[in-house]
Each structure stands twice: as structure tokens, then as C-alpha cells.
């Protein structure tokens, strides 16, 4: 291949802009022997790229690891996903036990609420008691009509909803 080529995939290689097709040709071209000097350096590295490519992990590597660590460390390896679980408990029995406290203090600290007349006088009570009264049917009729258009609704909707199935029953009936 051209050096010139070369040095343009490269440039492509390093900007992430290269085509699987055009690394493997840089990956053949640099393997090969006729590297020219400037491009001794990159051929090392794309060596070094096949080299480690080819290195397999034996079947006791995970072992061996964790038995150098163990020596290194002096110690034990503890899992963290214990931890997480325990912590998840505690957390759960802190809340129940700042609820329970919560709710106690507020009972301890309430006192039985003793009714109280507001009115003194009984005929100004009875009056403002006809007055709350007569604004609750007042609202109650109001609510009333709203629960009427509410019911138009929901008949209309089944009447929709009814229309696509007696449709297709007509059509069963037909075949």
C-alpha cells in the first residue's frame, strides 16, 4: 500500500472515522514487513492492539485474583450487597419507630375536646343553624344537576360503545 494511503487511514483511524474494512487493512498492512521508518512507532501499537486480542484469561483467573488481593490487602473481601440489605432493615425500622413515637407524643399531648356552645342565646343559634342548613341544600341541588350531566354522559357513552357491537352482531347474523 501507498504510505500516503496509509497515512490518511491513519489520520481517519484516530479520529474514530474509519470503516471496519479500513482498520483491517491498517491492522494487515502494519503486521506485514514493509513499514516504512516514520510508521515504525504506530506498528508497534497495532501489534501490541494483536497481541492482546489473542491473550485468552485462564479459567482460574478469577481465583487467582482475588487470592492476590486477600494477600496484598491482609484481609477478607466482604460483599457489599449484605450491607445494602441490612441498612434497607434499618431504615425500615427507624421510620416505624419515629412514627410510632410521633403518633404517641400527639395522643399524650391532646386533651379531649369538650363541646362548646358558641351561641348563648338559643333562638340566634336555631337561626344560624337554618341558615347552614338551607346554603347545604342550596349546594346539594347544585351538586344534583352536575351528577345529572355526569349521567347524560356515561349514557351517551354506552350507547357509543353499544353501536360497534350490534353492528357486528347484524353482520353475523347476515352470513
Known amino acids: 500500500m501507498d504510505s500516503k494511503h ?3 487511514l491513519l489520520e ?6 474509519t470503516s471496519l474494512e479500513e482498520e483491517q487493512a491498517l491492522h494487515q498492512f502494519f503486521n506485514g514487513q514493509n513499514v516504512p521508518e516514520n510508521l515504525k512507532e504506530t506498528a508497534e501499537l ?3 492492539f494483536e497481541a492482546e486480542r489473542s491473550r485468552a484469561l485462564s479459567e482460574n483467573f478469577d481465583t487467582a485474583v482475588t487470592k492476590q488481593i486477600r494477600q496484598r490487602q491482609g484481609g477478607k473481601v466482604i460483599s457489599m450487597t449484605n450491607w445494602f440489605q441490612i441498612a434497607r432493615v434499618a431504615a425500615g425500622v427507624a421510620v416505624i419507630v419515629a412514627a410510632v413515637y410521633l403518633i404517641g407524643h400527639e395522643v399524650r399531648n391532646s386533651s379531649p ?3 362548646t356552645d358558641t351561641e348563648s342565646d338559643p333562638k340566634l343559634a336555631f337561626e344560624e343553624t ?3 342548613l338551607l346554603m347545604i341544600s342550596k349546594n346539594f341541588g347544585k351538586a344534583q344537576q352536575e351528577a345529572s350531566k355526569i349521567n347524560l354522559l356515561n349514557e351517551a357513552e354506552q350507547k357509543i ?3 360497534p357491537a350490534d353492528t357486528a352482531r347484524e353482520k353475523k347474523v347476515n352470513i
Open 6 to 8: 496509509i497515512e490518511q
Open 12 to 17: 481517519k483511524y484516530w479520529n474514530a472515522e
Open 46 to 48: 497495532f501489534r501490541y
Open 113 to 115: 375536646t369538650e363541646i
Open 130 to 132: 337554618k341558615k347552614a
Open 161 to 163: 360503545e353499544r353501536k
